[in-house]
């Protein structure tokens, strides 16, 4: 479960807030889709949860573990996968997925287990032994999926997971982002591609300035609204 | 100048400032750059000592009849310092940069782009060589009867100095990169770049101990005369090897004809020429020559015995952060060698010499009493503190992430646990190589004993771990984080700066202490100084870790 109450963050003091008074709740089994146009504040809002960022006021509590008060319990409950993979190029893709193994205490018999599993459905097990600067974007990106994954965790954040996956990998993940929550699991994750938003998800938030201007079931977000698709619905709320 | 040109300008001009600026403040808010007057102040001394030796030149020089020989030394060497740190700044700029990818696409000729970068390189060039060049062409102006022209001669000859040798930079660099794959081993050249800066850092030091005889002593100037005359045929060679120079000394000797014009001339037209080459070559060669990042590495599947092997055990999150910083230290060879080179470098620049004063080191070996016993390994401990506080590992600790802190900073894993790793990670590098080289030393001096070698590895460890701490502190409350180039995590990192002067100032307290001690009685100084290392490991160790617990939520990367 993910709960996020009244959370504020502005880059500079008493400048223009980059998320402004957030209040949301992601309760297990729910794949919840986070949209906005560009600079909105949903990389911010992630950042946030993931324990990157401090915000300014608010609470936010992951499987009901205060972020700021016990970082360390609420971090071990989530995987996180930045909207940028960024990973260590000196290392190989399984001295990663170990070290990522070792910080989470994964046991051995099921990192084995994960690595193998997760190699072979993001094809990227033939890659494994190589250095990470030669791989490439998309590479990196399933690398990280990996390593978000490999310790099974009970929450998913994942900021445009999709972006530089090739279609089959896509497919994957959004196997996966099914399975998970069918498991009783919490997902959030945030994506422009609204097509897979409004197939995938069990409800949707709109940021727009920092405050979310929209949120509830596709069906909820129909009402008042002219528009019929949830990118018709997009564009209309975000415009106003 | 066309309008493209200009726009490259103006880009490359905004790009470097603003690479200048956050580099000194370590950030955007321009802070640093109060530190300015402090670095240029850091400077004067070494100025003040080359204005006196070049005064010396002169008038020793003219006395023989030749005081422009001071023109035709410092153009040369500025020329000289340009054609050797040229090649580097060339490569770097024309190769690695980030923007070549978004530039070269664009309608720009990568002429354009070539002289653009150039033009960049040039205004770094101006300051590097102006402490060396602008003192002498000043002491000689002031000395020398010189025509009114000499004030618009010498600054056009200053800014079009480094011109033909950069030229020359460059036309190898470019053919250099079109020939070869070394742009596919980046790391490769920086390396073999570092060894060559270590064996020209000993070719001068060696040149540097024959020249001391006229920079030093009473009667500089007589001193000065006799190396002049022993020397007659250095002015010719000199001339002879850089053309250049002696335009550039008939353009503004005292006495010149016609004001020196064709001298400039010669120098304008050269320089003019020399440009003309680049464009010509950049044309031709630049686009051929650029590679993409990537390292080769290994490609084959990972057979499931060898994931089974690998995956095989479980390490404690302090050993698995350990083994990281190792791994990423050995594999980044910029970070590596940044490292390693002062480590080997100091103490060969510190005992070197030792080897040609053979009864300095007879006067050693016969130490005794109290000196022996507690002075020599006091000494050693002092020797390896100050080995270990050029490493610069600590003190970029938390820059060397990068755009990778991500990773540590969303994994549950304390502030104080991955401070921990990076100070053990610290002591084993430092405590390795200061141990290997003062045994080394001691044992060449025949003083080492079983029990001075155990005190320094106990005293050192705990040495070595406050001095990490102390070293991390500037990094921890304000790392680079926003490099792209690893050597501006090292190099050009100002927290490296600041912690060489906090160790210093700690070192020279502990000093002091020291002093204190041997007065009271020298036999406390070693048992006191294992209590003071043990105590400061301990207070640092808590108070750098709250620190970091602090400070690792306010980083907005």
């Not at chain 1, 297990?28 to 889709?33: D, R």
């Not at chain 2, 005889?213 to 002879?240: C, E, H, K």
């Not at chain 2, 020429?273 to 599947?301: H, I, K, Q, Y």
């Amino acid at each position: 479960m993910i709960e996020l109450y009244q959370v504020s963050k502005s880059y500079v003091r008493g400048g223009r807030k980059a998320v402004d008074d957030l209040t949301l709740t992601v309760t297990p089994g729910e794949i919840f889709g986070f949209l906005g146009p560009n600079g909105a504040g949903k990389t911010t809002t992630i950042k946030m949860m993931a324990g990157l960022l401090r915000p300014d006021t608010g609470t936010i509590r992951i499987n009901g573990f205060d972020m700021a008060r016990e970082p360390l319990k609420a971090k071990a409950q989530l995987a996180y996968v930045p909207d940028s993979p960024e990973v260590y190029e000196r290392l190989t893709g399984l001295e990663y997925l170990n070290f990522i193994g070792d910080i989470y205490g994964v046991a051995p018999a099921d990192r084995q287990r994960r690595i193998q599993d997760l190699g072979e459905r993001f094809e990227l097990t033939h890659a494994l032994a190589d250095r990470i600067s030669g791989y490439s974007h998309g590479m990196r990106q399933k690398l990280v999926l990996m390593a978000a994954l490999l310790h099974d965790p009970p929450v998913w954040i994942l900021d445009e997971p999709m972006v530089g996956l090739d279609p089959r990998s896509a497919y994957t993940l959004k196997e996966l982002m099914v399975e998970h929550t069918r498991k009783g699991r919490t997902l959030f994750f945030s994506t422009h591609v609204l097509e897979v938003a409004e197939r995938l998800c069990d409800r949707v938030a709109i940021i727009k300035n920092g405050r979310i201007i929209a949120s509830g079931t596709l069906e909820e977000l129909r009402h008042g609204q002219s528009g019929e698709s949830l990118e018709e619905i997009f564009l209309e709320l975000t415009e106003q | 100048m066309n309008r493209r040109l200009l726009a490259l300008m103006r880009i490359q001009a905004l790009e470097n400032w603003r690479h200048f600026r956050e580099r000194l403040g370590g950030g955007r808010s321009g802070w640093g750059l109060l530190l300015l007057p402090l670095l240029v102040l850091a400077f004067v001394p070494a100025i003040a000592m080359l204005t006196v030796s070049y005064m010396a030149l002169y008038l020793a020089a003219s006395m023989l009849g030749f005081g422009e020989l001071l023109i035709t030394v410092v153009v040369a060497a500025g020329q000289i310092l340009c054609l050797m740190f040229g090649v580097f700044y060339v490569i770097s700029a024309f190769y690695f940069s980030k923007d070549l990818s978004i530039l070269l696409p664009l309608p720009i000729r990568p002429s354009e782009i070539a002289l653009s970068k150039f033009l960049g390189i040039l205004v770094g060039e101006y300051m590097t060589i102006a402490p060396v060049v602008v003192p002498g062409l000043v002491v000689y102006g002031l000395a020398a009867d010189v025509s009114w022209t000499y004030v618009p001669f010498a600054v056009m000859i200053f800014l079009l100095l480094p011109v033909v040798p950069l030229v020359l930079s460059a036309l190898f660099s470019l053919v250099l990169m079109r020939v070869t794959n070394l742009g596919r081993r980046r790391d490769v050249l920086r390396v073999v770049g570092s060894l060559i800066g270590v064996a020209l850092a000993i070719l001068f030091g060696q040149l540097g101990s024959r020249f001391e005889s006229f920079s030093v002593g009473p009667d500089q100037v007589g001193q000065v005369q006799q190396f002049l005359q022993a020397r007659q045929g250095m002015a010719a060679a000199v001339t002879q090897l850089i053309p250049t120079s002696r335009w550039a000394t008939e353009a503004l000797r005292a006495g010149a004809p016609a004001l020196g014009s064709w001298g400039m001339l010669l120098y304008l037209g050269t320089s003019a020429v020399a440009l003309g080459l680049l464009v010509g070559f950049a044309e031709w060669l630049l686009p051929g020559g650029l590679t993409t990042a990537g390292d080769g590495g290994r490609s084959r599947r990972l057979t499931a015995e060898e994931l089974r092997r690998d995956t095989g055990k479980i390490r404690s999150p302090l050993w698995a952060l350990l083994l990281r910083e190792i791994r990423l230290l050995n594999r980044t060879p910029t970070f590596l060698m940044n490292a390693l080179l002062p480590v080997v470098l100091l103490p060969l620049v510190m005992f070197l010499p030792l080897l040609q004063e053979p009864e300095a080191l007879a006067l050693v070996r016969q130490v005794s009493g109290p000196w022996a016993s507690y002075g020599i390994p006091a000494a050693a401990l002092g020797m390896m503190l100050f080995i270990s506080s050029v490493s610069n590992l600590a003190s970029t600790a938390i820059s060397r992430e990068g755009r990778f802190f991500w990773i540590l900073r969303s994994l549950p894993v304390s502030p104080t646990l991955q401070i921990r790793a990076k100070v053990l990670h610290s002591v084993l590098f430092n405590l390795l190589s200061s141990m290997v080289v003062m045994v080394g030393v001691l044992l060449w001096m025949r003083l080492l004993t079983p029990l001075i070698f155990l005190y320094l590895l106990v005293a050192g460890t705990l040495g070595v771990a406050a001095g990490s701490y102390l070293m991390m502190v500037p990094d921890i409350l304000r790392p680079n984080l926003t490099w792209t180039d690893p050597q501006r995590a090292m190099k050009g990192n100002l927290n490296v700066l600041i912690s060489t002067i906090i160790m210093m100032a700690f070192m020279g307290l502990l000093v002091v202490v020291s002093l204190l001690l041997w007065w009271t009685d020298p036999r406390l100084l070693l048992p006191a100084l294992l209590l003071i290392f043990g105590l400061l490991t301990w207070g640092l160790d808590r108070a750098v870790t709250q620190l970091a617990e602090e400070k690792f939520l306010e980083y907005e990367a």
